[in-house]
């Protein structure tokens, strides 16, 4: 007999690991292969930012990752030794106001363990060759490490198999975007030297191009540099040894800085493509396969995580027959699409200013950005986004109330999370008023007292999605949502 699950997920980099372990902890029979035999070995990502560690308290491994990783207060930006900018992410609204400094290795590691607790686990060397889907569900065949193949049957299908996805090539769906013509070149190195820190990111802007230090764990650093324009008809540079970064190092750093022990040397281009639609049918896409861009700003694997907590309380309410298919699950790619071309424009721009040759051009970036910066209004705005704090969906057709982040104090409280169902939160200063409301579709929402002006309905991934004195339209709301499985009283 053919397996068959209510979810299939195919890739187990960090997005799969997550949107697996969230469909686990809201009950949902999920099966999670990787065609690799191994997990990554490369630090990769670096950073998890604020927003994402939100989430990651939510789905119950927050602490893991805490006391797995290095604080980082922010970023600073130079010329030689003069400091040109600072970006400090210490005064967000969140009980994370820091960047996160941990190898995707490590990342990997700590959501594997956290899916191990949940009853879960990665299916090595099993590839997705392919899928057909129907109104029913979707039929995958499946390529195990000893070459025999199987079919399963699932409900649904994740594509979280990276940026040469087979989900999405098999959809047809289109990778729209670009290679950029620069080459670069990243390093893992320890570093030594008077400037060397272990708890903020550094880049310098040199007339050279671009050179940035990502501390990763005491002493032991990601060298990050672009090496100009790709030769007309270049297959791409070779791998940089630890004499050229070492190069680099002594013309565009601080001075005095000495690389050593070179853990990974690798050079890269940089690609900035996404798919219009994250949905087709029964499959979606999630991080890489949806979306790649810079490593400028760190925010790939974040933005890929969060995708994950965007959809897997979605299906899970689908699946549980408590939530609708249309609203809940065409607001996934209404939204995380919206984030995706958000992120893609600022990592490039954040690029393209680095990447600035003229040399007048760079004196007025670098005068602009020192004076610019400075502004409180400016580092407040800059920090929320690098932090993807800022991240709302105002523009969903789930977000009646604005669709923002609920503030940082409140955020904190994992109560509103529904705890493993899930469902969302009605909060309101006086519990009664709404229990009786809230009741009538258990599976759908839980009621709680809280501090706020207005009774308040949050989304599992807390999110505001109504806000309202109005028990009529909140009434409306949920009916809107609920599905044909409704529990009700
Ligand atoms: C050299 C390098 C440096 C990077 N540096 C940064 C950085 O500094 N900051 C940052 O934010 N991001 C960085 N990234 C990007 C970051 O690593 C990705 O955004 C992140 O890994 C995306 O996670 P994912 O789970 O979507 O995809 P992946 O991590 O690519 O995982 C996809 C998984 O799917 C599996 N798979 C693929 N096809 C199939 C199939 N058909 N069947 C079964 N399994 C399949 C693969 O084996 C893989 O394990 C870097 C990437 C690279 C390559």
Same mark, same amino acid.
């Given at each position: ?80 030794? #003069? ?116 708890? #903020? ?76 639609? =994250? ?52 607001? =996934? ?50 920090? #929320? ?105």
């Amino acid at each position: 007999m053919a397996d068959r699950r209510q979810v299939l997920v195919a890739g187990a980099g960090p997005v799969g690991l997550m949107m697996t372990a969230e469909l686990r902890r809201y009950g949902i029979d999920v099966r999670l292969i990787d065609k690799a035999a191994q997990p990554t070995q490369t630090s990769k990502a670096l950073v998890v930012w604020s927003r994402t560690m939100e989430l990651l308290d939510r789905a119950g491994c927050g602490g893991a990752f805490l006391a797995a990783g290095m604080k980082a207060r922010g970023g600073g930006m130079f010329s030689g030794r #003069e400091r040109l900018a600072t970006l400090d992410v210490r005064a967000v609204d969140s009980p994370h106001p820091y960047a996160l400094m941990i190898a995707q290795s490590e990342t990997e590691r700590l959501l594997a363990e956290h899916l191990d607790r949940l009853g879960g686990r990665v299916e090595r060397e099993v590839e997705l060759t392919g899928f057909s889907q129907d109104e029913s569900g979707v039929q995958a065949t499946l390529r195990h490490a000893d070459g025999t193949a199987e079919t399963i049957g699932a409900d649904w299908l994740i594509g979280c198999d990276g940026a040469h996805s087979t989900v999405r090539h098999r959809l047809g769906f289109a990778f729209e975007g670009e290679t950029l013509e620069s080459d670069w070149i990243l390093a893992d190195v320890h570093l030594h030297g008077p400037d060397v820190v272990s708890d #903020e990111i550094r880049i310098y802007w040199h007339a050279d191009g671009v050179l940035a230090f990502f501390p990763i764990t005491p002493g032991r650093f990601r060298v990050i540099a672009d090496l100009g324009e790709t030769p007309p008809g270049a297959a791409g540079r070779p791998d940089p040894t630890l004499a050229d970064v070492q190069a680099l190092l002594d013309r565009r750093g601080p001075g005095e800085i000495v690389a050593g022990d070179a853990i990974w040397l690798s050079a890269f281009r940089i690609n900035e493509r996404k798919v219009a639609s =994250y949905r087709g049918g029964r499959a979606f896409l999630a991080g890489d396969a949806a979306h790649i861009h810079s490593p400028a700003g760190g925010q790939g694997m974040n933005t890929g995580m969060q995708d994950a907590a965007n959809l897997a309380w979605k299906l899970a309410l689908v699946i549980r027959g408590e939530g609708r298919d249309g609203p809940l699950l065409d607001s =996934y790619s209404d939204e995380r699409s919206a984030v995706g071309d958000l992120v893609l424009r600022n990592a490039g721009a954040m690029t393209r200013v680095a990447l600035l040759r003229n040399p007048i051009v760079q004196s007025i970036r670098n005068f602009v950005v020192s004076h610019v910066t400075r502004l409180s209004p400016v580092q407040q705005r800059m920090a #929320e986004q690098i932090t993807e704090l800022d991240i709302a969906y105002p523009g969903s057709p789930l977000s009646v109330g604005g669709g923002h982040r609920m503030p940082g104090s409140l955020q904190a409280d994992l109560r509103i999370g529904g705890g493993n169902l899930p469902r969302l939160t009605l909060l309101h200063p006086h519990r009664h008023a709404i229990a009786g409301l809230a009741a009538d579709w258990p599976g759908l929402v839980q009621a709680l007292e809280a501090a706020v002006e207005r009774p308040t309905l949050v989304r599992p991934d807390g999110y505001i999605a109504l806000e309202t004195e109005d028990f009529a339209a909140i009434t409306g709301y949920l009916a809107a949502l609920a599905g044909p499985g409704a529990r009700t009283k």
